[in-house]
């Protein structure tokens, strides 16, 4: 057999479907005069089992799983990789540094470009987006250690 | 007569004028950069918005919206790469036109085409938005519930990829819209002990994630290559017979796209796509449709500007978002302490009509900046992707950030970034599950409150004239849906993406 695409898309929705349900145990449904807090959430992960089980069903339709190509994976990784870090320490770095570390990676790091103008586009980016945010829009960023 | 004037008094004031100008500048610019969509646009800019009124910044972020719908053009027309989804059909005509040296002519099309076409949404959304407001102040829970079914399902009629898919990813939406504690009985659903969560999923970092990070994600910068044919500002104007042959075309892509614009679903996308294959079906050349047909860009660019403007109706009048842009538009409002939805008009005329107002004269503002200012943004394009993409991270997080100055947030809209990238992997269309999040709490409470009105009797929906009436469309458009699926009837999307296939092979 081959698998296909919807075979795997619907089999994530039925296994999400489940684990709703799962997790939706201790909700009351209620009754129709009064509906209680898990009648949509448990409805609704009943219609995501049958969709995905019909995803699945009817999966001859799409293409064989094998013929996805996963060229811009490893690009993916690596910016989400970054940005998480950034994202990390976003509070505990302020702005001004955890931002400039995001780019300087993005540009040095992942896209090779000199380190040099990898650094002074980083500099420069995030000086105009701290005036920007700060002065023209008034709206304040978030504060590091050095009180930028 | 009275309350457009009033508009126009508030969209007249130099600084209105002014964001008015601001949104749209920024706009044309998210419209030619591929990879930023006008949802990751306004998304982003919000928290810039908080400092502003009501008026201000609704008119600043509507400017973008349908900025973005003009940009889009300029780089499917001068690159063969659409800046936005909806310019897509664009791409085939406006680049054959470019490369037969009438770059500047079809950019002028195009950019007239979208001003009459914006102009005509407008005109039709002051006189329609209104007695529809009026009328919906009928509506009690059962109507909005059965409204919503239609709009579920007519979005499922309408997407681009199969019904079940787009179901689904409804579902899910839905699904992540119950997270938090429920409004009626105080429970907390699904949170994790997260207090965040306590408030559910936000839609600024689940848009923001699905289309801005994601869309960087499954764009890796070795596929971006750049090559722009710049035209010369002399070659802008069209002669008389590209003149007469686009005439219909936006004609009929003005009326077209403000009716889709009206549905569901990705309105301004769809209503290009169809426009394109009216235009080509309608044509006495044919064959000329892929080879630089003007009627192959004025038809479409018209349509998804009139589209952009008819998604405004549902939006102000019910306050129901048609897609995912106008459920950050919707988000922007609520922030600012303003309830969208029949009401609108009566309580905050000043904010509904100077929106409307604003946007005569943003179209006039658009047209300005796109034609002489064309080579400026051209340039844009040839900063290099690997620096443009680190910059758009950098605003996906501080603007997810700056909303509610939670992290928790910026999490999510990283997951759902991933998620997004996956989502295009899998051929899945998001934007089904952004407007499934939106209508989430508006459905749940319609539905309970149904019931309970009713002592459990579900057969409310069916005793009331409007309710019962909406949902026999429902059940009508999706008994269509289901005939067309068992038949294995080839649809016009399918049938436009085979012939296009047939004709680049």
Redesign the interface.
Known sequence: MIVR?DH??GGI?VV?GFL?LG??GD??VG???????????KL??G??VL??L??AL?ARR?EPLAN?SW??LP??VQ??AI??L??AF??SLG?ALS?GL??FA??FA??R?HPVSAAA?SAA?VAL?YLL?TVA???P??QGPFGF | MESLLLGFSVALQPDVLWYAFLGCLVGTVVGVLPGIGPLSGISILL??T??LDTTKSVVMLAGIYYGSQYGGSTTSILMRIPGEASSVMTCIDGYAMAQKGRAGAALCIAAVGSWIAGTFGVVMLTLIAPPLAEFALRFGPPEYAALLVLGLILLAYMSSTSL??T??MA??G??LG?IGI?N??G?F??SFDIAELGDGIGIVPVAVGLFG?GE????????VVRDVIAPRLRELLPNREEWRQSAMPIARGSVLGFLIGLTPGSAHIISSFLSYAVERRLSKHPEEFGRGAVAGVAGPESANNAASTGAFVPMLALGLPTGPITAVLLAALMIHGVSPGPTLVNEHPDVFWGFVASMYVGNLMLLALNLPLVGIFVNVLRVPY??L???V???C??GV??VS?S?VD??IM?IM??VG?GLR????DPAPLVLGLVI?PIL?MS??QS??MS????TIFFQRPIALTLLVAAAAMLGLAVLSVQRERKDWRRRLAEAEASDSA
């Open positions: 695409t795997v898309v929705f999400f709703i997790l939706s909700l009351p009754t129709l005069s009064f509906p209680g807090a898990g009648l949509m959430p609704l992960a219609l995501l969709f995905g019909a995803l009817h799409s996805l060229q811009d690009h993916a910016v989400a940005t998480a950034a994202v976003y509070q702005f931002m995001l780019l993005l540009t992942v896209e470009r586009f980016v987006t945010f829009l008034k709206t960023v978030e | 928290p810039a908080f400092g079940v898919r179901l689904v579902c899910v839905l699904l119950t429920d009626m009985t429970h659903r699904y990070l960087i994600l499954s764009t890796p910068s070795a596929t690997t620096y993409y680190p910059l991270v950098m605003f997080i501080i950030y700056e100055h992290v910026v999490w990283l970034g991933v990238y992997k899998f051929g899945l989430s749940e539905l309970r019931l309970i002592n459990g009797n579900w």
